[in-house]
């Protein structure tokens, strides 16, 4: 496999993942050694994060951000791209706790840099496939693309998914400061930006399987801000910036961060 293009770091947002977190890690390390982790912890009242203080004081590898309340993956995920910035990595790999994301593919993930900016982890291209989702999930999730390819008119399968790895130049470009969506919406609006800003995205295959410990954090707020945006951002870029409505939904106001531990 090529080499990526510096350090990587993968960015792991975790809330009451105690269960999944050791198995995570140990697998991402066994996948790719040599890349450094940072677990962003929403005050989780398992212990997630104190379990990852432990990793972290075991590994220089791994660090924890602890934040002081829940406040949404794309809050989780923001706060961890501004440490990453702050740093020397050259490459941030979003992925979740939960074993949903296979480590395994992430060396697939990486070589694909090569020839792109943004990396997508894609269920729904050749290759790619979904394991243990019960019918409706994979509905919801295959009707949100394509509604999201035809508002957008993008030629991403899966713009939804949250497996992906971005070079350092698409965050310092993307104005990370005006990023106020959440959960699936959060992975489209980022997407979106990246294809507007010009940057090469490309669609990798990867097998996502539903997880075994712990439960979803899908809800219906989730699915309805991501149609609300995804319309938005559609008809702006269709019919110009004031054929959006004013956004209903009350953005998230940012939770202070706490110290990172090594």
Known sequence: MAEPPGPVLVVIPTYEERENLG????????????ADVLVVDDASPDGTGELADE???ADERVRVLH???????GAAYLAGFAHALRGEHQVVVEMDADGSHAP?????????????????GSRYVPGGRVVNWPWHRQMLSRGGNLYSRLALGVPISDITGGYRVYRREVLEE????TVASQGYCFQVDMAWRAVQSGF???EVP???TERERGTSKMNSTIVGEALWRVTCWGMSHRFGSGACPPDPIDPVDPIPEGPVRA
Do not use: M, N, Q, Y
């Open 55 to 57: 990793f972290a004081a």
């Open 23 to 34: 198995p995570a890690l140990a697998r991402l390390h066994a996948a790719v050694p040599e």
């Open 174 to 177: 993307l104005r990370l400061e």
């Open 206 to 208: 990867i097998t996502f």
């Open 200 to 202: 090469r995205v490309r």
């Open 67 to 73: 934040r002081t309340g829940k406040s949404g993956l």
């Open 104 to 120: 395994e593919d992430l060396p697939a993930l990486l070589h694909a840099l090569d020839d792109a900016d943004l990396v997508l």
